[in-house]
């Protein structure tokens, strides 16, 4: 059986595994390290998995992950989900859709701490949903808006699925960072736009809040400037390369716990749930890394990525249309796989593709970030609804995924505008430097 086939039945083993519920990292390395022991040795495979597993543990690159981890953390004990949307609230929460647009800007702001779509749905999704039904919105509406929100985690830098991408396709953290920050901004802006026409042609999704005075305003906001002066020294200053992304994540993760201290919330308590929870997602993403670079070396090695850049080539179709393919793949394989696991089953097979047809290794980090992004509330999975579900069981769930219907489209729109214009995401990192 030539490596080709082997690599196909590969790629259908993890999707098959996968469907069945076994944790990602463990399905990728038992699919990269059974692989190669069929296409090398099984002692081949034994060692691959020990050196894999040693440099990974021991990589200093990888410190990041947990130190950007703890920041997220130790905000969160901070209060920032709650000051976020308050200050977005008190400033927008008098327009139309208000509150909804406050909780946009609620999921921009913490996004930019906690790097996880799912942690800003739910923790923004907490404050501000309560809010919303106490104000009478939709709750298909308020819903859509929420789960919709929450993927600007995944996006916004410090984003940990841009440190993950980097780190399996070995890009810089910085360039990603910097070419994240003009998506990031314009889909906050265009789910902020598409929120304003709605509640303007429909006002009963959305309703006016009363009118904040600005004395009752600039507390609000004077809450939020340490954690956006925060993130904003820390993000720019990796940017710029005033940081390496270790050095940025060990900045990060003193000024948070300062922060921290400061705000009177560092107690015995919020330590100890701060650092439990860090390393038990750092030890969850580092099992990930080692099972998608097992994964990797297998894909490499069947030379399927060869055979398929080859028939791209053939196809003579340029290079919009291999990216159009690649998007439909993406947005059918989120349909029922979690956004990680469609990152780490894809970026080995396409990212070779991409760089043979020219494009750029760190605009496609964005576009693949993205199109995961859509992956969180695509139905039948769309994790995020099901999290908002979770805030609010009495809703049905059949109302939520009604509700994320025009975000959707919203952001199949934005995907467009990255595909069509890739200096969206490449013009910062250049004029950075980065």
């Given at each position: 059986?030539?490596?080709?086939?082997?690599?196909?039945?590969?790629?259908?083993?993890?999707?098959?595994?996968?469907?069945?519920?076994?944790?990602?990292?463990?399905?990728?390395?038992?699919?990269?390290?059974?692989?190669?022991?069929?296409?090398?040795?099984?002692?081949?495979?034994?060692?691959?998995?020990?050196?894999?597993?040693?440099?990974?543990?021991?990589?200093?690159?990888?410190?990041?992950?947990?130190?950007?981890?703890?920041?997220?953390?130790?905000?969160?004990?901070?209060?920032?989900?709650?000051?976020?949307?308050?200050?977005?609230?008190?400033?927008?929460?008098?327009?139309?859709?208000?509150?909804?647009?406050?909780?946009?800007?609620?999921?921009?702001?913490?996004?930019?701490?906690?790097?996880?779509?799912?942690?800003?749905?739910?923790?923004?999704?907490?404050?501000?949903?309560?809010?919303?039904?106490?104000?009478?919105?939709s709750p298909a509406f308020a819903t859509g808006a929420l789960a919709a929100g929450g993927t600007l985690g995944a996006l916004i830098p410090p984003s940990g699925a841009l440190i993950v991408f980097g780190i399996i396709a070995e890009q810089s953290i910085g360039r990603l960072f910097a070419a994240a920050v003009i998506p990031g901004l314009s889909q906050a802006l265009f789910y902020m736009v598409g929120i304003y026409i709605l509640c303007r042609i429909?006002?009963?999704?959305?309703?006016?809040?009363?009118?904040?005075?600005?004395?009752?305003?600039?507390?609000?906001?004077?809450?939020?400037?340490?954690?956006?002066?925060?993130?904003?020294?820390?993000?720019?200053?990796?940017?710029?390369?005033?940081?390496?992304?270790?050095?940025?994540?060990?900045?990060?993760?003193?000024?948070?716990?300062?922060?921290c201290a400061i705000r009177g919330a560092l107690t015995r308590a919020a330590m100890t749930k701060a650092l439990s929870d860090t390393l038990r997602t750092t030890g969850m993403i580092y099992v990930v890394i080692i099972g998608a670079i097992l994964f990797s070396t297998f894909i490499s090695l069947t030379g399927i990525t060869g055979h398929m850049s080859a028939l791209v080539a053939d196809l003579d179709a340029g290079p919009?249309?291999?990216?159009?393919?690649?998007?439909?793949?993406?947005?059918?394989?989120?349909?029922?796989?979690?956004?990680?696991?469609?990152?780490?089953?894809?970026?080995?097979?396409?990212?070779?593709?991409?760089?043979?047809?020219?494009?750029?290794?760190?605009?496609?980090?964005?576009?693949?970030?993205?199109?995961m992004e859509i992956g969180f509330v695509h139905p039948p999975l769309g994790l995020n609804c099901y999290v908002i579900h979770g805030i609010a069981k009495d809703i049905p769930l059949g109302t939520i995924f009604r509700g994320i219907v025009p975000f959707l489209a919203i952001d199949f729109v934005h995907l467009a505008v990255i595909i069509a214009f890739p200096a969206v995401t490449l013009w910062l990192p250049k004029m950075l430097g980065a």
């Open positions: 059986m030539s490596p080709e086939i082997w690599g196909a039945l590969g790629i259908i083993a993890l999707l098959a595994l996968l469907t069945l519920g076994l944790p990602i990292g463990v399905a990728l390395a038992a699919v990269g390290a059974g692989g190669i022991a069929i296409l090398v040795t099984p002692e081949a495979a034994l060692i691959k998995a020990g050196v894999v597993a040693f440099e990974t543990i021991a990589k200093y690159e990888l410190g990041v992950l947990p130190l950007f981890l703890l920041m997220a953390h130790l905000c969160f004990a901070a209060g920032a989900s709650r000051d976020f949307f308050d200050a977005a609230a008190r400033f927008i929460g008098h327009r139309p859709g208000g509150l909804a647009l406050a909780s946009i800007a609620g999921c921009a702001g913490f996004g930019a701490i906690s790097g996880s779509s799912l942690a800003t749905a739910a923790t923004i999704g907490s404050v501000a949903l309560p809010e919303m039904r106490k104000h009478n919105y429909w006002p009963e999704l959305g309703p006016k809040t009363a009118r904040v005075p600005w004395r009752d305003r600039l507390p609000a906001l004077r809450r939020i400037i340490d954690i956006v002066a925060l993130v904003v020294f820390v993000v720019g200053g990796l940017m710029v390369g005033w940081f390496t992304p270790t050095e940025a994540a060990s900045v990060g993760a003193v000024g948070s716990f300062l922060l919009l249309a291999a990216v159009l393919v690649m998007t439909l793949l993406l947005l059918v394989l989120g349909s029922f796989l979690d956004g990680l696991a469609l990152m780490l089953l894809t970026a080995p097979i396409f990212l070779p593709i991409v760089v043979d047809l020219g494009l750029s290794p760190i605009w496609f980090g964005i576009f693949l970030v993205r199109t």
